[in-house]
């Protein structure tokens, strides 16, 4: 038995994550302002992943894959458009026609949106009557609440680093906002958030039928790769877009495929086998305090007011959630225990009269 235990590994899977996806999310925006093609950078980040995650799926679940069938196989075709294709492709067109602010505080919305539709679907069960309900409850919105504190209300300025790199990228940006559809950025960033939440949620009972990770998420990113390679062939005629320019953009690839997609999608597949969809989007607004920490720091940016509040509120939801799934715990194992012992007291009368054997229906959820 691993002396970790299982819920500190979720925990620390999810930081690593936030780190790496707060990393992308400045990335993203740099390769856009090296003007970067909005459908070949998709593609070519999503091949870097896939050409990661393949092998490691190949080798590591030789002998745990399920058998392939028709309806696994349009369920991972629907997975990869619906998660990484219109979910990749929303955000950076919508990215790209408003401001970075305005994305960050949409993106936000999405723990909020998995919560609704997993309740509604079953798949996270929630109890409002119970301490753990109220707590998942809570912790999530107050989370979300702290991001938009973050990415909308900046207040005095608490820290001013000497140095800041970026300004003139930053200014050439807001120079061209003018010439953006604002329109048309709301509207694919409220489609990235809804195709986000629906990719964590439906991720999860598709997982009991095919619990081989790797593979899971390689198949869907091997759709996702035709499916992008179909839409830029027909939207993308000239030869020059295809092109790596710069060693600059090819870093820029690297990383949001090695990391903003590859890892995220590996860990993301993980965390929601094991702790399921609103253990993964409730730390979704860690990455709005990472992405401003980093911002600040790496960058050159200002801290302002705005982020240490939306920052406390961020660890106050996210305790306020995590003690809910403590607490939930906590409540079916003493749920089970009642449960078991009845069906023993149960069983050894039964075995009293008639001896029949008995067959336990108790597993565990998750192992410790």
Known sequence: MSPVPERTKLHIAMAVFQTGYAGNHVIMRFALNLGVSKLIFPLYRN??????????????????????????????????????????????????????????????????????????????????????????????????????????????????PSLRSMDQPTNAGEAEEQNKNWTLGCVCLMGHCLCWSSWIVLQSPLLKRYPARYSFVSYSCLFAVFQIVGISAYFERDLESWKIKSGREMYALLYTGLVGSGMVFAIQIYVVERGGPLFVSAYLPLQTLLAALLATFALGEHLYLGGLIGAILIICGLYLVVMGKSWEKEALCQQQHMIFSASEEFGDEGNNHNNKPRSSIIQPLIGD
């Open 47 to 160: 091949i870097i992943a896939l050409s990661v995650l393949a092998p490691s799926a190949f080798f590591l679940e030789k002998k745990e894959r399920p058998r392939m069938t028709t309806s696994l196989l349009i369920q991972f075709f629907l997975l990869g458009l619906v998660g990484i294709t219109l979910n990749q492709g929303f955000y950076i067109f919508g990215l790209d026609n408003t401001s970075p602010t305005f994305a960050s505080a949409t993106e936000n919305a999405v723990p909020a949106v998995s919560f609704l539709m997993a309740a509604l679907l079953g798949i996270e069960k929630v109890e409002l009557k119970r301490r753990d309900g109220v707590a998942k409850v809570v912790g999530t919105f107050v989370s979300v609440a702290g991001s938009l504190a973050i990415t909308l209300y900046k207040g005095p300025t608490i820290y001013q």
